[in-house]
């Protein structure tokens, strides 16, 4: 339930509406699918209507909230809305989502509102929108993230090609699925760290390597050529290259 705690989305929901759905907004702007969002309703994710047959068309028109106590009674009772659903109560606002209209979030029931929605009802489904919008905005990015990683992955294990990043505080890296190839280690049973790493090095490399590691950790840069003993006991030499990057948040370098 996307709901947040607090009495007054309570107050709105109880006393005012009965189903708070969010509902997205076909590419071509010609249908809206909704998601039902309170536990009880789950049921009917997922299902599609033609946006004209919803409130929702009612609702992207405008930027501000779209609050009705009394379908029958407003401007809006001859809408197909009205006629195939009969909901007589809405309260609805356009979500954004990276700089364009996602959908709504909205509030309906079948039955009138003895009152008027007031300002703070208006003002609660803004927060509440942004709040969604946010939230959303979040998860697509965190999607693109993924997506991009996975094609990086994808051209390195064709390049042969890997990537990694070491903490220099703790010692902890992570490496990349072709690295994990390149040193022969299984990822569900090797976990990399500096140490792990050295004990990876051919002993004739490791001051070559350490040495080019306190370059780049005084600013300079890194790239240096070495040996690595595989545990199948094979040789193979990497070219390796990096930058010191500090990380602001932890307060240290990687």
């Not at 997922?46 to 029958?72: K, N, P, W």
């Not at 990399?192 to 051919?202: D, G, I, K, L």
Request: charged share 20%; proline share 4%; with cysteine.
């Amino acid at each position: 339930c996307l709901r947040p705690a607090g009495g007054r989305p309570q107050r709105l929901a109880s006393s005012a509406t009965g189903v708070p759905v969010v509902s997205r907004t076909g590419s071509a702007g010609s249908s809206a699918s909704t998601i039902e969002t309170a536990q009880q309703f789950r049921g009917t994710q997922g299902q599609r209507f033609a946006l004209g047959e919803t409130y929702c068309s009612l609702t992207l028109q405008s930027d501000e909230v779209l609050a009705i106590a009394h379908m029958a009674q407003s401007p809006h009772a001859g809408h197909p809305c009205y006629r195939q659903f009969a909901l007589e109560t809405y309260i609805g606002i356009a979500i954004w989502v990276g700089g364009r209209r996602f959908g709504t979030l909205n509030f309906s029931a079948a039955h009138a509102r003895e009152q008027h929605f007031d300002e703070a009802d208006r003002e609660f489904l803004r927060l509440f929108a942004r709040w969604v919008g946010a939230t959303l905005e979040r998860q697509r990015q965190a999607q693109a993230r993924q997506a991009l990683l996975e094609r990086l992955n994808e051209s390195q294990r064709i390049a042969h090609l890997g990537h990694w990043e070491v903490d220099l505080h703790s010692g902890q890296a992570h490496w990349s699925d072709v690295i994990f190839a390149i040193f022969g280690q299984d990822p569900q049973h090797f976990s990399p760290s500096m140490t792990a790493f050295y004990q990876c090095v051919h002993p004739e490399d490791r001051e070559l390597v350490e040495a080019s590691q306190r370059l780049a950790e005084a600013g300079g840069g890194h790239e240096v050529v070495y040996r690595i003993a595989r545990p199948d006991g094979a040789i193979r030499w990497i070219h390796e290259l990096g930058r010191l990057q500090p990380d602001e948040q932890a307060g240290h370098c990687a």
